[in-house]
């Protein structure tokens, strides 16, 4: 309560977008998402992944017709229910008949989708600004010792994960400078050569080992980002 109090909204604006490209060609596909709330914040995301050819979509289509058939046929027969008390034996047929129905082939471009760029982008606009002496009222420290706070937490999560073998360089900085001072943030995310799926599943037992191939970058209280997030569609 004391947090709404604060913002003393009567009427809120919210305005949302959201745009996607694809060159079929080259199989290179992109969004750009925006979502803004007057007097509150303004939020970006943008995103582009490769793969997503016409032999993908074709694929994929094929292989809905595909599995849509197999649930057809397995739903045609009766079968004994009490083989499977919790889970009938006709929707278990059912399951077996669609996932026998997905093509190889799409599974293997589907390994191939891969994530090229990521981006998000936060300006403030008075939430954070509102919120944060509110918050330390409620802790019952004063600003600057809220402030202080902050330092030691994202100071102790940089030595935490660091420990871990994860290192990004700047991010906790960055982080912290744009807690004490909240207003905007950019985090990008580059992959070169793209990061596929392939590469994802097979990291499962080592997820660390995805790190190498993600390129970070942090940029705090830049001039204001007014256009789309720099990730090529």
Partial sequence: APYLTALG???LAIDMHLVGVADLTDG???IDFKLEADHLFHFRHGLSISGMTKEFFKNYIQTLKSMMEGAQVAAAGKTDETVNPVFGSDQLATVMA???GVDKGFTDLIDEIGLRNIGFYYRDEGLLKTLK???AQSMGVT???LDEIIRAQTQLMA???NAQGIVIPNMYEEIETFLLDPQNIMVMVITDPPL???EVVESEADPLALMDRLDFSFVTNAPPLESSLPVSP
């Fill in 28 to 30: 290179i596909a992109g």
């Fill in 133 to 135: 002496p509110v918050m």
């Fill in 196 to 198: 596929t799926v392939a």
């Fill in 9 to 11: 909204l009567k009427n």
């Fill in 159 to 161: 030595e935490t994960t």
């Fill in 143 to 145: 600003v600057a010792e």
């Fill in 98 to 100: 669609m996932i026998e």
